[in-house]
């Protein structure tokens, strides 16, 4: 999956998650909360994300590796998070204790 833009507060100072999302959205992007959602979705067991924005060094340094630590936290915890409940599935099934 595609993904790339993320919100990184250090570098985006004066920009919210929702403007760095809707201007990645206008070049037809994923940012990694969407792309973990949609694996989430389809029901995925792997993420991998590719194709990173060139302001992403992607070399060694401290700076370049919390920046990919944060784009991979943040595409895992929406790809790890529970499913919303659908509007049809009220409380249809029972449990029983033996």
Do not use: W
């Not at 936290?73 to 509007?87: C, D, F, G, Y």
């Amino acid at each position: 999956h595609e993904a790339t833009n993320a919100f990184i507060a250090q570098m985006d100072e004066g920009k919210t998650a929702e403007e760095v999302a809707e201007d990645t959205f206008d070049h037809g992007h994923s940012t990694p909360p969407n792309a973990g959602a949609y694996a989430r979705a389809v029901g995925a067991k792997r993420l991998v994300l590719n194709h990173f924005s060139a302001r992403y060094k992607g070399d060694e340094s401290l700076m370049a590796r919390s920046v990919m630590k944060t784009i991979e936290r943040q595409a895992a915890v929406a790809m790890l998070q529970p499913p919303l409940p659908s509007s049809s599935s009220s409380s249809s099934s029972s449990s029983s204790s033996s």
